[in-house]
């Protein structure tokens, strides 16, 4: 595989900072519209963003889709949502200069922020085979998956004392930085298919759905992405029920915060690196998809282990069962990601995009109705934390992973014959 060209990499890495700008400030919009107000309001914020941006997802990441395939220029979409996240960012800080905003309006803000959130991947998605080209994909995509968990680290750093300090001027720094965000969207310079002629928005989102479902590796891809979002509260359940066992080993030589710090952080930044790193060097010997149903195969049995969080040094073996499940995931994410915008045509890519947002979130949605089931299984043996008694979660959570990854196989021999859409950037 050749290098990208230089004018490629500068596009990709000023498109992937005004990603990671975007993404980072509308997170980061949560905790300072929430600190700019008191009051009931404050605790209702975080509840409300997350359904939120559920809903939207669900509602509008179809029709966002449609408007994405509309517009000649994608990127200006982009710039479009930062600058209606920095006028809404800003109209909190204005009122916050002025004296405590009230709780209406802080509630629209994060209302609208949340909704940014949660569509802007469509959008990014859609404009990246056009920023640079379809054969520059994994390494785009794997950068853009490092640069916001980079770009949250750094703000990490520095807003949570700025937000001690003066809740105004966390405000105005969350405000500055979806500005940059619009400012490096508008500067990313590209040359788009012309879109195609309009037919009506039902007629549209009915074409961007049909050609998923007929695509055969498009459709083993949703369903493996619907699977994976309905059994995640499983996951995160039998993870949760291993944490706390080896939280109990006495064999375990780190306090307890220090022990979750360091888990978090492993969790969020080092597997994500490691991850984009190998989806970048296995990708050109195996090929995105069959990097990716292996990374799965590989990885996920690995969950067993969480069975033996419980025993002397249980906490290296929830290490090893919690990350190495992780880190498959993310490679393919990566993978499939590519995979799918690789070969879809760069009229449907915004539609397909919206439709696969909409499949996750809805499954996300309905996999939390399974708290409750999730939660009596995995305390089927009460409290013990005996191998025998833990492994009942990390085994049916193993299999259950292992079949969302049987779509894939099962397309796996159409692949070869998949030709990708011939766009290049320039």
């Known amino acids: 595989m050749t290098s990208p060209r230089p004018l490629v990499s500068w596009r990709l890495l000023i498109f992937g900072l005004a990603a990671a700008a975007l993404s980072g400030s509308l997170m980061f919009a949560g905790p300072s519209l929430s600190a700019s107000t008191s009051g009931p309001h404050r605790l209702d914020l975080g509840v409300l963003s997350g359904v939120g941006g559920t809903l939207v997802s669900v509602l509008l990441g179809l029709p966002f889709g449609v408007l994405i395939d509309r517009v000649r220029r994608r990127r200006s979409v982009m710039v479009v949502m930062a600058l209606l996240g920095t006028v809404a960012v800003a109209s909190v800080t204005a009122a916050d200069a002025l004296g405590t905003p009230g709780g209406p309006h802080v509630i629209a803000i994060v ?21 640079v080209g379809r054969e520059h994909l994994i390494p785009a995509n794997a950068l853009l998956s490092v640069l916001p968990q980079a770009l949250f680290l ?34 990313v310079d590209v040359i788009e298919e012309p879109p195609p002629p309009r037919a009506g ?10 050609f998923t479902v007929k695509q055969p590796v498009l459709r083993a891809i949703a369903v493996y992405l619907l ?17 706390n066992a080896a939280i109990d080993v006495s064999a375990m030589n780190m306090p307890l915060g220090e022990y979750i710090w360091l888990s978090s952080m492993v969790s969020i930044y080092g597997v994500t690196l490691l991850g984009a790193v190998l989806a970048v060097l296995l990708h050109r010997r195996l090929g995105a998809f069959r990097l990716a ?16 969080s419980g025993t002397g040094h249980g906490h290296i073996w ?29 009229r449907l890519l915004g ?5 696969l947002l909409v499949v996750t979130s809805l499954a996300g949605a309905l996999g939390e109705l399974l708290e409750t089931p999730v939660e009596w299984f995995t305390d089927l043996n009460g409290s013990s934390s005996t191998p025998l008694a833990l492994l009942p979660g990390p085994a049916l959570a193993t299999v259950v992973a292992l079949a969302a990854a049987v779509p894939l196989l099962r397309a796996r021999h159409l692949v070869a014959g998949t030709t990708p859409e011939p766009t290049a950037a320039r």
């Open 293 to 308: 149903w292996s990374a799965v195969l590989v990885s996920q049995p690995f969950t067993l282990l969480l069975a033996l």
């Open 154 to 187: 750094g703000l990490g750093l520095v807003l949570p004392s700025a937000l001690e300090r003066d809740e105004f001027a966390f405000l105005v720094i969350v405000t500055v930085a979806v500005a940059v965000a619009a400012l490096l969207f508008r500067s």
């Open 201 to 210: 928005i039902w007629r549209e989102m009915v074409e961007g759905i049909g």
């Open 111 to 131: 209302t609208v922020t949340a909704a940014l959130k949660a569509v802007a991947p469509v959008g990014q998605d859609a404009i990246l085979p056009s920023v």
């Open 318 to 346: 929830y290490m090893i069962g919690r990350f190495v499940p992780l880190l498959g995931t993310i490679v393919a994410a990566i993978a499939l990601l590519s995979h799918r915008q690789a070969i879809t045509p760069d």
């Open 351 to 355: 539609r397909v995009c919206g439709l």
């Open 227 to 243: 699977a994976s979002a309905l059994f995640a509260e499983l996951v995160d359940e039998v993870t949760g029920k291993a944490l």
